[in-house]
Nanobody
Framework: QVQLVESGGGLVQAGGSLSLICTAS????????GGWFRQAPGKDREFVAA????????SYADSAKGRFTISRDNAKNTVSLHMSSLKPEDTAVYYC????????????????????WGQGTQVTVSS
């Protein structure tokens, strides 16, 4: 059973930056695709970014392109999301997710494909 714990959320002013880190335990993290999702009040949980097992391939939601960067360190069992040029509409609870995969270069954007989830961390962007 894989456990995921997010950290790094908080309050930031619009235009600022914030980095989230997800630390995994209980499994070989390099066997998992890593993903970040977010959920704002009253809205569905939406895809933000994903990274393949080797960290070579990445995918971003249109809202994140050019502002967010996903990365991973399999030796440390972490996947990170660096967010810059933050906007008030980025305010949400951000969730880390992991999808067990046999494919080294596959990326998954669909939240229903992910097997494990963290508890979430709040990101609030003030205007």
């Amino acid at each position: 059973q894989v456990q995921l714990v997010e950290s790094g959320g908080g309050l930031v002013q619009a235009g600022g930056s914030l980095s989230l880190i997800c630390t995994a335990s209980g499994g070989t993290f390099s066997n998992f695709i890593g993903g970040w999702f977010r959920q704002a009040p009253g809205k569905d949980r939406e895809f933000v970014a994903a990274i393949s097992r080797r960290g070579i391939d990445t995918s971003y939601a249109d809202s994140a392109k050019g502002r967010f960067t996903i990365s991973r360190d399999n030796a440390k069992n972490t996947v990170s999301l660096h967010m810059s040029s933050l906007k008030p509409e980025d305010t949400a609870v951000y969730y880390c997710a992991a999808d067990r995969s046999v494919f080294m270069y596959t990326i998954v954007n669909n939240r229903n494909e992910y097997d494990y989830w963290g508890q979430g961390t709040q990101v609030t962007v003030s205007s």
